[in-house]
């Protein structure tokens, strides 16, 4: 499947542009945020806690603009054309 993956600050950086259309096939949001971590060496740890039960550091990760934390957390399911954005911990405007 197809997802919308949008990247913030040093997480932009790492991926080299904003917007990316991902193929996948994770079924959850923890599925896609591993995948992504070893498909990007630069993303390696950033996304996804070392003990693997929450999100690295303060990210935020957002499904169809609702925080996947107030959802599922990791477990939260993922379908066809979801948007999926990444916030890194401290990131600001």
Do not use: W
Request: net charge negative; charged share 25%.
């Amino acid at each position: 499947m197809q997802l919308e993956c949008v990247f913030f600050g040093p997480f932009r950086d790492a991926v080299g542009t904003k917007t990316v259309r991902y193929e996948t096939t994770a079924e959850t949001v923890g599925g896609l945020l591993r995948e992504l971590e070893a498909d990007v060496p630069e993303l390696d740890g950033e996304l996804v806690a070392a003990d693997g039960a929450g999100l690295a550091g303060d990210t935020v990760v957002t499904l169809d603009k609702r925080n996947i934390m107030h959802i599922d957390g990791l477990t939260t399911r993922v379908h066809e054309d979801d948007v999926i954005r990444l916030v890194p911990s401290v990131y600001g405007g």
